[in-house]
């Protein structure tokens, strides 16, 4: 189950690493999952694309142990539902690339399964799809990412698909992060949560809602 918690903080890795890289890459994110786990970051996505399936595997098992150990955070594993469950993780998150929600839902229903949407449209249809949450953006100027929806169409959605949690992505920053979480269910962020001094600003915030909820 998705975390009851929140705001809802997504952490997403960067996507930097690759079979040349994999032993001193795959040291620091898992030293960086662990920074998350025990800031009371209540999801964390690896989007490693650039690994092959065994390598990918191989980080996501050991990535589950750590957040297992806490029992607080979840993980999810970007597009690989296969491997999220064979390594023993929470989750998959779902982009236009995956295969449908429906479909994963069927294969896999102990999984947690998130969808990226763009659209009021998509996020209704990941819904549908039995979604158990979804992000949506960017909401600010992000590189490569489109043209920004704002602050107010993540409220609209965020309110049109309630209980479904969404959580704003794209140009989140400690300037920002607070006007997405008053929209929202919460956020997601790749540059802003792979850096650890700002998981240490956030873990206040974290765990604060985490002993409210015991």
């Given at each position: ?94 982009t236009w ?69 969404v959580l ?47």
């Amino acid at each position: 189950m998705i975390p009851a918690k929140r705001p809802l903080i997504y952490l997403i890795t960067e996507g930097r690493a690759d079979p040349s890289n994999y032993p001193t890459e795959s040291e620091r994110i898992l030293d960086l999952i662990a920074h998350a786990v025990e800031s009371g970051i209540p999801l964390i996505q690896i989007r490693e694309k650039n690994l092959p399936a065994k390598l990918l595997y191989t980080l996501a098992r050991e990535a589950a142990y750590l957040v297992r150990k806490c029992g607080a955070s979840r993980l999810l594993i970007n597009d690989r539902a296969d491997i999220a469950r064979a390594a023993g993780a929470d989750g998959v998150h779902l982009t236009w690339r995956s295969l449908g929600v429906e479909v994963v839902k069927r294969i896999f229903p102990e999984l947690i399964v998130g969808v990226s949407t763009h659209t009021i449209a998509e996020a209704e249809s990941a819904k549908s799809g039995g979604a158990d949450f979804c992000v949506f953006g960017p909401v600010f100027d992000s590189p490569g990412k489109g043209n920004p929806v704002g602050i107010e169409l993540l409220r609209e959605v965020s309110e049109q698909l309630c209980p479904l949690p969404v959580l704003g992505l794209g140009g989140i920053d400690e300037s920002n992060f607070g006007a997405v979480i008053s929209a929202s269910a919460g956020f997601a962020a790749i540059r802003f949560l792979n850096n650890p001094e700002n998981l240490n600003r956030l873990s206040e915030l974290c765990l604060a809602n985490r002993h409210e909820r015991h």
